[in-house]
């Protein structure tokens, strides 16, 4: 158990692995789980190279901007901290909502099995990709306790995959989940500051947060309803990168905005411009199309 601090961080217990559920040909534990605890994390879902190489590619768009070098640490005097919203940070993340090896990682065949393991059906991988970037002492602008059904809105089926771009340690500001949330209904918000920019009152809930370090390749998933929140980015000088990427079942109402780039700022003819491989655009049309009849 952590203590809780003067940052505002819950205390919290380590994240319980599901990895070898999601291994075991059987589903129905994996599910068993999902159901019990509202959310699985998985060490190693991933292999670490294409994590890596997003992490590698939006490092190199925030050390072009001064941020940060290459490896993430942010030199004193550099510009910042910047957040989602200000005209800097929504600059360079039209530039990060272009990289092709991103909205590729949403797609990547580990996680598309995973979710198809977990509905029992075809996946609808939504495209509406996120990326965040975390600047040092960010404590104000941690993310705040939200479920992102809210925002998501479609099914209450749909799991988001939070990945952390590159390792994690708790200290830099990883993603807490309050354990069995998902049976909770949608619970009523105020305005907060960070990214989403509603909250629960996460303090009426209790205190069943669950948290710890993870590395790249790991891979965090919870349902819709699933109260989480991130915990402060404490470091001096690192960046936290992560992304957030959701699935849902092909068969399931999906809302309209869930299929356009995040934040929809550029059109997907302007995201696929500089593509080298063509395949994977437009990947949730023919989805959609099989699942409601229509054919390929
Ligand atoms: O990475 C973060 O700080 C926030 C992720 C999150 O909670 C979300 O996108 O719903």
Do not use: K
Not at 78 to 86: L, S
Not at 214 to 222: I, K, P, Q, R, S
Request: with cysteine; charged share 20%.
């Amino acid at each position: 158990m952590q203590a809780a601090d003067a940052a505002g961080a819950p205390s919290w217990t380590a994240f319980r692995d599901s990895g070898p559920l999601a291994a075991a040909p059987d589903a129905g534990p994996l599910r068993a789980r999902a159901a019990e605890d509202g959310y699985l994390l998985l060490r190693g879902l991933l292999p670490a190279g294409p994590v890596l190489a997003v992490r590698e590619a939006i490092l190199g768009l925030c050390a072009g901007a001064g941020w940060c070098d290459a490896g993430g640490r942010v030199p004193p005097g550099a510009p910042g901290p910047f957040i989602e919203g200000q005209p800097e940070y929504m600059a360079l993340y039209d530039a990060i909502q272009r990289l092709e090896p991103f909205h590729r990682l949403a797609l990547h065949p580990r996680l598309t099995a995973l979710y198809a393991a977990l509905f029992g059906e075809a996946v609808l991988a939504h495209p509406r990709n996120i990326a965040r970037v975390m600047f040092p002492n960010n404590n104000p602008h941690a993310t705040p306790a939200h479920q992102d059904a809210l925002h998501i809105r479609g099914t209450p089926e749909t799991w988001t995959a939070w990945i952390p771009l590159g390792d994690c340690p708790a200290d830099l500001g990883g993603l807490a989940v309050m354990v069995g949330s998902n049976r909770l209904p949608l619970l009523d918000t105020r305005p907060a500051l960070g990214a989403g920019g509603r909250a629960v009152d996460a303090e009426a809930l209790g205190d069943a947060w669950v948290a710890g370090d993870m590395a790249a390749g790991d891979v965090l998933t919870f349902h819709s309803h699933t109260v989480h929140r991130a915990l402060p980015n404490r470091t001096a000088d690192r960046m936290r990168l992560s992304a957030d990427f959701r699935y849902q079942p092909a068969s399931h109402p999906v809302a309209p905005d869930s299929l356009l780039p995040h934040f929809a700022r550029l059109t997907w003819e302007e995201i696929y411009a500089g593509w080298r491989d063509p395949s994977g655009r437009y990947h949730w049309r023919e989805v959609l199309a099989a699942a409601r009849g229509g054919g390929g």
